[in-house]
């Protein structure tokens, strides 16, 4: 899935807003926290690939 439509069906009116209240939570773009989320030691063990199925 592309970023545009995860954020319409999280109901964000757009990816822009969807990138301020990610860089609020996180301090971090999504792209951004999801690529040090990709190299997270439960992704080497597979404790985590039940999420993004």
């Not at 990610?22 to 971090?28: A, H, Q, R, S, V």
Request: glycine content about 6%; overall charge negative.
């Amino acid at each position: 899935m592309d970023w545009l439509r995860i954020a319409t069906e999280c109901d964000y009116h757009d990816y822009q807003h969807l990138v301020k209240e990610y860089k609020d939570f996180t301090g971090l773009t999504p792209i951004a926290f999801h690529k040090i989320e990709e190299k997270a030691p439960e992704r080497h063990f597979g404790l985590n690939e039940g999420y993004y199925s």
